[in-house]
Each structure stands twice: as C-alpha cells, then as structure tokens.
C-alpha cells in the first residue's frame, strides 16, 4: 500500500507507481497521519510500521527522500518523525 500498490480514494499514488510514472524518486515524499486520532482506521500507520516499510523497500528503489505527517500538533516533540524518519537516516 504504502510503497507497492494503493487503491481507492488514493489509487496509483504509493511510491512505486508514482515512480513508475516518470516521477524522480528524489521528488516522493510520503505523507500520513500522525496519529490515529488524525486519520482512518484503513490507511493509518505507526511510526514503526513506516520505518520498517522504509527500509524493506529500499533495496529495490532506493526511495530515500523523506516523511511527513499531519497534523503538525499531534507530534509536539518530533518524536513520531524521528522514529519514523530513522531508517533513513541510516541509509543517508
């Protein structure tokens, strides 16, 4: 979903198919909710789930351009973002 194939209201946006599309993996960021509370309960991911998405995917694209998350204020501390940001700054 996040990387291979994403369906329904968000079709054809996971990270491979818009790579395949023409657009320069170094463009691709990925955006998600923060919380559960910020999102539906289908498409919501943790911090960990996003990290470890990161970095089983990245041997076979090399999608490493970064993470972002809405809403800003569910994340006063930065902590969601480190910890979902952490594999990639691994790769980096």
Do not use: H
Request: proline residues 3%; hydrophobic residues 45%; without cysteine.
């Amino acid at each position: 979903m996040l990387f291979n194939v994403s369906g329904g209201w968000a079709s054809g946006t996971s990270v491979n198919e818009i790579i395949a599309k023409g657009i320069p993996a170094n463009k691709i960021v990925i955006g998600k909710a923060a919380t559960l509370q910020d999102a539906d309960t289908v498409s919501f991911m943790t911090a960990q789930q996003i990290n470890k998405a990161i970095l089983d995917n990245y041997p076979f694209n090399k999608w490493k351009t970064g993470v972002m998350f809405w809403q800003m204020f569910s994340d006063p501390n930065g902590t969601i973002i480190k910890e979902a940001a952490a594999g990639l700054m691994k790769i980096y």
